[in-house]
């Protein structure tokens, strides 16, 4: 029993020890790789078609009933408000989801190439507003709408 712990805390200081050299020698620096696919722009933005332009590269969407929003029709906290986005739609690449009446509507995102149209967040709300979940699929972007009335604001309320 004392070797297994022995071995365990020897794998953790070696791979440890590696990562803070390569860290500290610039061979690793995790700030430029996840800067690299942050949609800055995009959560900059204060205006809904502006963010969805600056994450999507166009602010032209359909309306589509193959795109299915679980979501409470009342939020107690818009801190926390749960969601879930399906969709029947094939060849889905990305998903966003904005909210309407937040400072920078866009909430959350996701790039699926070749994964399941299945995406599940929690997002903050600041205000009762609609939510637009916008769907990526064939290279067209399509929209479902939904109104969550929020009791107690979360971004900032």
């Known amino acids: 029993m004392n070797t297994i712990r022995r071995r365990t805390f020897l ?19 995790p700030t430029e790789v996840l ?20 994450l999507f590269g166009s602010s032209k969407v359909t309306a589509s009933k193959a ?11 818009g801190a926390v ?13 990305a998903i966003g989801v904005f909210v309407e009446k937040n400072p920078s509507p866009l909430a959350t995102s ?6 399941t ?3 599940s967040a929690r997002i903050k709300m600041g205000k009762t ?3 637009h979940v916008i769907v990526k699929s064939g290279g067209k ?9 929020v009791t107690v604001g979360g971004c900032g309320g």
């Not at 440890?16 to 390569?22: L, P, S």
């Not at 795109?67 to 906290?77: F, G, S, V």
């Not at 969601?83 to 060849?91: F, I």
């Open 117 to 119: 149209a299945f995406y």
């Open 129 to 131: 507003s609609a939510i």
């Open 11 to 29: 794998k953790g200081s070696v791979a440890t020890g590696f990562a803070a050299v390569a860290a500290t020698s610039g061979l690793l620096r």
């Open 81 to 93: 408000v749960p969601l879930s986005v399906s969709t029947t739609l094939a060849n889905v690449t």
């Open 141 to 149: 972007l399509h929209v479902a709408k939904k109104t969550i009335k």
């Open 67 to 77: 795109i299915k929003i679980k979501a409470p029709i009342q939020a107690e906290n």
């Open 110 to 115: 996701v790039d699926l190439p070749g994964a």
């Open 35 to 54: 800067a690299a696919a942050w949609p800055k722009s995009a959560f900059k933005s204060k205006k809904l078609d502006k963010s969805i332009k600056n």
